[in-house]
């Protein structure tokens, strides 16, 4: 599924052929199209206000959107990418060390969350009969992000096949920055092409 919007047709289609995941902030024609790709993708509305969450086969991540750009380079359309900066959430585990990003914690229904061993325990506590008291079958683990940036790049991305990129180097540059990079990045690519 694609939501790609250029001003030259033959751009669209050479787009057209890459996938990618997108989360959608935002409303309109394009926002409708790309929130119905967002939905079959596994990205939807979170219980938490101004949050969204997206899930993966192993996980779920809720965060809350600040700016959702693409950056689209004419002639190496197979470096575009998708770059996803998101707005505080307040941690809910209490004393947490103030240098993480996220926090893992058991959702036991939407919205209602408690400590992350409750879920490797398997069960809440007991009844007064001593009975265990199990965890409803709504309960997940999700990942709840603090701060932060996500890149989104093709599946077939140079960048995406180059495991060293998954160090995070995204958020340890502002949008900017990170654009330069790629585009350092494009010329070596082309060079040793």
């Known amino acids: 599924m694609n939501i790609i919007s250029t001003q030259n047709k033959g751009e669209t289609e050479k787009v057209k052929q890459y996938q990618y995941g997108v989360i959608v902030v935002g409303a ?3 926002g409708c199209e790309a929130a ?10 979170s219980s938490e206000k101004g949050c969204i969450e997206f899930s993966t086969p192993n ?11 693409f950056n689209y380079f004419p002639n190496n359309v197979d470096w575009a990418y998708f770059r996803l900066e998101t707005d505080g959430l307040k941690p809910i585990t209490p004393n947490i ?3 993480f990003i996220n926090e893992k914690v058991t959702e036991l229904e939407s919205g209602h969350y408690v ?5 490797k325990k398997g069960y809440l506590g007991y ?3 001593g009975n265990r008291i199990l965890l409803p079958k709504s309960a997940r683990i999700v990942s709840r992000y603090f701060r932060g940036s996500f890149v989104i790049f093709s599946k077939s991305s140079p960048y995406n096949k180059n495991h060293v990129t998954y160090d995070a180097r995204h958020d340890k540059m502002n949008s900017k920055k990170f654009r330069q990079y790629i585009e350092k990045c494009i010329i070596k690519y082309n060079e040793e092409s």
């Open 28 to 30: 309109g024609h394009a």
């Open 36 to 45: 119905l790709a967002a939905a079959r993708m596994g990205a939807k509305s």
């Open 59 to 69: 996980s779920v991540r809720i965060v809350k959107p600040k700016v959702l750009e």
């Open 97 to 99: 060390n103030p240098s």
């Open 115 to 119: 400590d992350r061993e409750i879920w």
């Open 127 to 129: 009844n007064e009969k």
